[in-house]
């Protein structure tokens, strides 16, 4: 059976308390199915989640800092050119903006023989 997915690669600024914090973001979508890899704050984790009914996206991860790890649900939207998100945590909300990386979302469909 063959699957299809779409990769789209992101820089990204994440809003927080102590300021504007940079990173990049993956996601692969197969379908409603996401998962890649969010790095920021030095470190790269997994993320993992679907697109809705409604056209957005919504994935869970976890944020690591030195001082701590945040488990965080993220919905918001994304194209070939752009992603917004809300990073939901515990206590509090950051917001997630950031553009695709030049050549950055593959024009490809990504073919999987399983």
Known sequence: METC?????????????????????????NQYDVSGYLEILNHRNPVSGK?????????AGIL??????????????????????????????YQLYGTAKIGGMDDGIYRNEK
Not at 5 to 29: D, H
Not at 51 to 59: A, M, T, V, Y
């Open 5 to 29: 997915a779409k990769k789209y690669f992101y820089e990204i600024n994440m809003v927080t308390p102590a300021g504007i914090r940079y990173g990049s973001l993956q996601l692969n979508v």
């Open 51 to 59: 697109i809705l009914k409604n056209g957005q996206c919504e994935f």
């Open 64 to 93: 690591v800092s030195l001082m701590r790890k945040l488990q965080y649900t993220a919905i918001g939207n994304f194209d070939s050119h752009s992603i917004q998100l809300l990073l939901k945590g515990e206590k509090n909300s």
